[in-house]
């Protein structure tokens, strides 16, 4: 009750406060977002970032007004209240770059370099001030914590060590702006857009300064779908030849993304365990094939030794997991 008189306040001095109001699917954090429709105004997209749920809006701010400045698409922000955590921002429309790949195969490979130039765009800018790192270290103790929600402890501990040492191997001597959530479902296709801006980017709130190749590799071993194996093939190619770290691009790239793959699958089973959201277990299967694609690369046979202790998601552990769900309180 408390968080619904704060925001219907917040949309009444907008002036969208007889607004119909329509959830959209929200993301793994603790945020809500509804589509706002209005006959005189259009459309707009509601954030609801609840602070006393350890949500903060200042960072997607931050970032938002960055990639504006970038010259990139984001949406632009109509109003906010820092101090609540709400947002009335530009609704980019329901183009999800993963419903169009899925629904019109043959666009996947236009969409997907759209997506990379995007991203190759960002890199020839100067990274924000006053940002965090996640570089070597950082993921290699994300991955380490995170695992604790999937395997014993020591595992977790033997795994994120083994991982530094493969991480601190990478070139870290040119880092860029990473938005470290960037995928098919957090990039939307805007028909009325033109050159870069037709690739309109959500769920930025976490970047940090991280490896070029960080958002690539999310991008394209997307926890979420499989791409078809000619594309991945030809973008990789395309990236390889831009890349100008000393390290080998295919050792960088699977590194990077088996870090990822092994911090996403314990990040489903937390988000069931901790948050009471099972729909990610289904998703599990795919991560673990993703993991050990990037496993399967020469250079980090000690990091595929110890993560063979690792237990599958199997259909019997997601069941178990999902019995101890959690269930989430209503604020």
């Known amino acids: 009750m408390r968080r619904d008189k704060e925001i219907q306040v917040f949309l009444t001095t907008a002036g969208w406060g007889s607004a119909k109001r329509t959830p959209l699917a929200g993301d793994a954090g603790n945020r809500r977002y509804e589509r ?25 701010l931050k ?27 530009q609704d980019f429309g329901d183009g999800l770059l993963f419903d169009i790949a899925e629904e ?25 001030p006053n940002i965090g790192q996640y570089m070597a270290a950082e993921m290699a ?21 083994v991982l530094q040492r493969h991480l601190d191997a990478l ?9 470290r959530d960037y995928h098919a479902q957090n990039l939307i296709y805007q028909h009325d857009g033109k050159g870069l801006n037709k690739m309109g980017l959500l769920d930025f709130q976490d970047a940090q300064l991280g490896h070029p190749l960080y958002d690539a590799a999310s991008l394209i071993h997307d926890a979420r779908r499989s791409l078809n194996p000619t594309v991945i093939k030809t973008i990789k190619r395309e990236l390889a030849t831009k890349y100008v770290g000393s390290d080998s691009f295919e050792h960088a790239f699977s590194t990077l993304s088996a ?39 020469p250079s980090l046979v ?15 552990l997601r069941s178990e997991l999902r019995i101890k769900c959690v269930s989430r309180p209503m604020n």
Not at 65 to 74: E, M, P, R, V, Y
Not at 109 to 121: K, M, S, V
Not at 302 to 316: H, I, N, Q, R, T
Request: charged share 20%.
């Open 302 to 316: 000690g990091l595929a030794k110890v993560c063979a202790d690792l237990p599958p998601p199997s259909p019997e």
């Open 259 to 297: 870090q990822r793959n092994l911090r996403i699958l314990a990040l489903f089973a937390r988000l069931c365990l901790r948050d009471g959201k099972p729909g990610y277990l289904d998703l599990m299967p795919h991560v673990w094939d993703n993991l050990w694609r990037d496993l399967s690369h």
């Open 36 to 60: 706002l429709t209005d006959p005189v105004k259009g459309q707009a997209v509601l954030m609801d970032a609840d602070p006393l749920l350890g949500e903060n809006i200042r960072p997607f």
């Open 141 to 161: 103790n994300a991955a380490e914590t995170t695992l604790m929600w999937y395997c014993i402890p020591d595992l977790a501990r033997k795994i994120g060590a």
């Open 104 to 128: 019109s195969p043959d666009l996947e490979l236009e969409l997907y370099r759209l997506a990379l130039e995007a991203l190759d765009h960002l890199h020839k800018n100067l990274p924000p």
């Open 171 to 179: 070139d870290w001597s040119s880092p860029v702006l990473v938005l």
């Open 63 to 89: 970032i938002a007004a960055h990639l504006a400045s970038c010259n990139l698409s984001s949406p632009t922000i109509f109003e906010k209240n820092d101090s609540q955590g709400i947002i009335l921002m």
